[in-house]
């Protein structure tokens, strides 16, 4: 599996950004795939997962609200669309995949750590600035 992010780039405070994440290869259904960002001197987080077999989803406190994550199937792309950016949401995104891992905090919820993530695509940098 080859995972290919684009979207991101310079937005206002406010302003919205779609990122996508086109797979190539086969992602099992059994898998999670989602989106990672990492800010400036920080470790990497999960911001938004999403279970390839049923569709449910994660996301962050900071992405509640604001983000949406969808798969579009006919493009066999994962989408993060993110709306009311912040200058908090700066870094560099990645999306990944692996095996779906169930949420023991979030009920029918999939996990979105790196650690459970076995394939990564390279990143796209959001910066949210004025």
């Known amino acids: 599996v080859q995972l290919q992010a684009s979207g991101g780039g310079l937005v206002q405070p406010g302003g919205s950004l779609t990122l996508s994440c086109r797979a190539s290869?086969?992602?099992?259904?059994?898998?999670?795939i989602g989106w990672f960002r990492q800010a400036p001197g920080k470790h990497r987080a999960g911001v938004s997962c999403?279970?390839?077999?049923?569709?449910?989803?994660y996301y962050s406190d900071s992405a509640k609200g604001r983000f949406t994550i969808s798969i579009d199937n006919t493009k066999n792309t994962v989408n993060l669309q993110m709306n009311g950016l912040k200058p908090e949401d700066t870094g560099v995104y990645y999306c990944?995949?692996?095996?779906?891992?169930?949420?023991?905090?979030?009920?029918?919820?999939?996990?979105?750590?790196?650690?459970?993530?076995?394939?990564w695509g390279k990143g796209t940098l959001v910066t949210v600035s004025s």
């Open positions: 999403v279970s390839v077999r049923n569709g449910n989803t």
């Open positions: 290869g086969f992602i099992l259904l059994s898998n999670t």
């Open positions: 990944a995949t692996g095996p779906y891992v169930p949420s023991i905090v979030i009920p029918n919820s999939p996990k979105c750590e790196d650690f459970d993530m076995d394939h």
